[in-house]
């Protein structure tokens, strides 16, 4: 049987290295950190050492198979995917023949969640198109907690909810990553902002930057009597019926996750709705990574910063994936795989840097079989 891609080139070095195992659908408390073979990158792979990871909405779904909806892309009677983990931030170790973009010791981060998860691991290989280097000066905590939840509020505030200047804006569920990545994003275009969450997040949300917040137990947007330009909503727990009410003539309403049977509502009443109101409704299809370098812009300025939820050791990751589930968390739930020196990029771009790292690359599947 011929070796994997890359197996000749790490010979004796092949080790073993952890990561939390999915082997049935369950609690998050039945994923257990075992030890398995480190990862062999292909010709077009980086094999990445991961610093930090986060926690998402991926990774509690896939965890206990719910909703059943989802059994046909996780699998239907046992997960397909072994290693959850869906963002990963961490320093390239070695790169496949083919890898143009990295070299061994750039840091690097990305939304993994369309490229075969794995981020519950001290080591993960990942396409090169799935990872962007990290700006200077950004943490690999901030990094883990960036892409995912800062593409879903920059997608669809700006490409699906077309924002503008001065617009009145309003976010459901705004507690989590989404919420507070969110708020800053739409400082840039000078928004109203308004955030809705629990009353124990309420004050996350005004230091994150809202100017008005609302305890949706105590109080429903939709009934308010409060007309927003653009409503970003994280929970889809309402009917688009109610959802309009909260909208501004030629208002947008935008969902990104929540529940399946409100999502699919929403896609099928959106013409209709369009139709008789000229109000929009939709729901976003995540483009992963796309537009990071808004972000960077963002981050790079100083006019972002990241609420993190921990960051919670490697070995407690099946509590931070229950207190993300139970919907306690503030901010985004990040986890360090590998604690970090002061400065991510303090080897990068340096022979001697990646030389201490032990950079190497892989040869070809041609050379290696």
């Avoid at 935008?254 to 008789?276: E, H, Y």
């Amino acid at each position: 049987m011929p070796e994997p891609p890359g197996a000749a080139w790490l010979g004796s070095r092949r080790s073993v290295v952890k990561a939390f195992l999915l082997t049935r659908y369950g609690p998050p408390e039945q994923l257990r950190l075992r030890e398995v073979p480190q990862p062999v990158p292909e010709d077009h792979e980086v094999l990445v050492e991961v610093r930090a990871t986060a926690v998402n909405d991926w990774d509690w779904c896939l965890t206990r198979g719910r909703p059943w909806s989802y059994r046909p892309l996780f699998g239907l009677f046992r997960p397909r995917v072994r290693i959850p983990g869906a963002e990963v931030a961490g320093r390239v170790d070695a790169v496949g023949s083919a890898v143009g973009r990295f070299e061994p010791g750039d840091a690097v981060y990305g939304d993994i969640s369309l490229a075969g998860l794995g981020g519950f691991a001290e080591y993960v290989c990942v396409p090169e198109t799935a990872l962007t280097r990290m700006p200077r000066g950004m943490s690999f905590e901030e990094a883990a907690a960036i892409p995912h939840a800062a593409m879903l509020a920059a997608q669809g505030l700006i490409d699906l909810g077309r924002i503008r200047r001065g617009q009145r804006i309003l976010i459901n569920g705004a507690g989590g990553g989404v919420g507070t990545l969110g708020v800053q994003i739409a400082r840039r275009f000078d928004a109203e902002t308004t955030g809705v969450d629990s009353a124990d997040k309420l004050e996350t949300l005004r230091r994150a930057g809202f100017d008005h917040v609302i305890d949706y137990r105590q109080e429903d947007f939709t009934e308010s009597g409060e007309t927003y330009d653009l409503v970003l909503d994280t929970k889809s727990s309402r009917s688009p019926w109610r959802i309009l009410r909260a909208l501004n003539p030629g208002g947008a309403y935008v969902t990104v996750g929540g529940s399946t049977f409100r999502l699919l509502q929403t896609v099928c009443l959106a013409p209709l709705i369009s139709l008789l109101s000229h109000k929009r409704m939709q729901v976003l299809a995540l483009k992963p990574n796309q537009g990071l370098e808004f972000i960077h812009e963002l981050f790079e300025a100083g006019e972002l910063r990241c609420v993190v939820d921990g960051p919670y050791p490697l070995t407690e990751l099946p509590q931070a994936l229950r207190h993300f589930g139970e919907a306690r968390h503030k901010g985004k739930v990040v986890v360090t795989v590998r604690p970090q020196p002061r400065d991510p990029h303090e080897l990068t771009g340096s022979h001697e840097g990646r030389a201490a790292r032990g950079g190497r690359r892989a040869p070809s599947s041609d050379d290696g079989s």
